[in-house]
């Protein structure tokens, strides 16, 4: 069974940026769509940012025009490129991917473990 893995969180100040990292646990996979979810202590998860497999991207109107959601398929990865980034930003970041094997053309839907992202004032 494949499954992702998340990587690039980590304490930051006010302002600064971070790039969070959804990769594929095999290869013979890519990433076809995807959405990045956030949830703050004592809050529900929020959808943050999507990508259709057609490359249309949507954004929380809280992170427009600072965060970018991408996905690189000859690295079977997909990004969330966090600038600007606030200390309401503070929260456990969780990617879910939709991939596609290669060989069949069988689809799986994965979670991230997801990753800690804190901004500092």
């Known amino acids: 069974q494949v499954q992702v893995v998340e990587s690039g969180g980590g304490l930051v100040q006010a302002g600064g940026s971070l790039r969070l990292s959804c990769a594929a646990s095999?290869?013979?996979?890519?990433?076809?769509?995807g959405t990045w979810y956030r949830q703050a202590p004592g809050k529900q998860r929020e959808l943050v940012a999507a990508?259709?497999?057609?490359?249309?991207?949507n954004y929380a109107d809280s992170v427009k025009g600072r965060f970018t959601i991408s996905r690189d398929n000859p690295k079977n990865t997909m990004y969330l490129q966090m600038n600007s980034l606030k200390p309401e930003d503070t929260a456990v970041y969780y990617c879910?991917?939709?991939?596609?094997?290669?060989?069949?053309?069988?689809?799986?839907?994965?979670w991230g473990q997801g990753t800690q992202v804190t901004v500092s004032s």
């Open positions: 879910n991917a939709i991939m596609e094997e290669f060989r069949s053309g069988r689809k799986y839907t994965a």
């Open positions: 095999r290869s013979g996979f890519s990433i076809n769509a």
């Open positions: 990508i259709t497999s057609g490359g249309s991207t």
